[in-house]
């Protein structure tokens, strides 16, 4: 079974062949770093995070827009602030002038 390592010196991912629950002794390809991975299955600790190819990362699109919505509603409400604290502070002045 294939697993796919994300090395905890690198964060680069690559892919081992692993009986599932065995542990693994092995280099990252990218900076050479030993590692020591224990495949989901019997160990409870595994030292790296495994997970199987077929489960590839999925980003969830609907979070990333949630996100974005967020941030322009913040964004709007502190233009709308900024706008009422002008608006407020201009019609002091000409009240002041008018008088
Ligand atoms: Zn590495």
Redesign the pocket.
Known sequence: MQFQIS?K??K?NFGIDAIPGQTIRCN?P????PAIVATPGTNPQPTMTTQPVSAPKKISRSKIDWHFGRKVTVVFLALAALFAIVLSGLYIVFSAMSN
């Open positions: 090395c010196s690198c680069q990252c990218y900076c050479g770093s």
